[in-house]
Nanobody
Framework: QVQLVESGGGLVQAGGSLRLSCAAS????????MGWFRQAPGKEREFVAA??????TAYYADSVKGRFTISRDKDTMSLQMNNLKPEDTAVYYC??????????????????WGQGTQVTVSS
């Protein structure tokens, strides 16, 4: 089992940047594919980005491609968010998939979740 804790959310103006972190503890972090998801009020949780166990390959939703960068090291995963837009406003969650080497964009495929961190982008 792995415990996940997000940090780094906040309020930023459109065009600004934020860096989210997801600290992992418990079982060996490198055995999990990891992902970032977000959920805005009244909307379903949606895929943002994911990264393989090794960190060698990353995947992005079309809406964030070219603006967000996912990365990982020994026990932390990060999401660098640049050129933020008001439509990026949401609670952001990190998640761990224990079964797949190649992560998916489906929330149901992830086994462990953090508590979420709020990102608010003002226009």
């Amino acid at each position: 089992q792995v415990q996940l804790v997000e940090s780094g959310g906040g309020l930023v103006q459109a065009g600004g940047s934020l860096r989210l972190s997801c600290a992992a503890s418990g079982r060996t972090f490198s055995t999990y594919a990891m992902g970032w998801f977000r959920q805005a009020p009244g909307k379903e949780r949606e895929f943002v980005a994911a990264i393989t166990r090794s960190g060698g390959t990353a995947y992005y939703a079309d809406s964030v491609k070219g603006r967000f960068t996912i990365s990982r090291d020994k026990d932390t995963m990060s999401l660098q968010m640049n050129n933020l837009k008001p439509e990026d406003t949401a609670v952001y969650y990190c998640a761990a998939d224990r079964d797949r080497m190649i992560p998916t964009g489906l929330p149901r495929d992830y086994d462990y979740w953090g508590q979420g961190t709020q990102v608010t982008v003002s226009s």
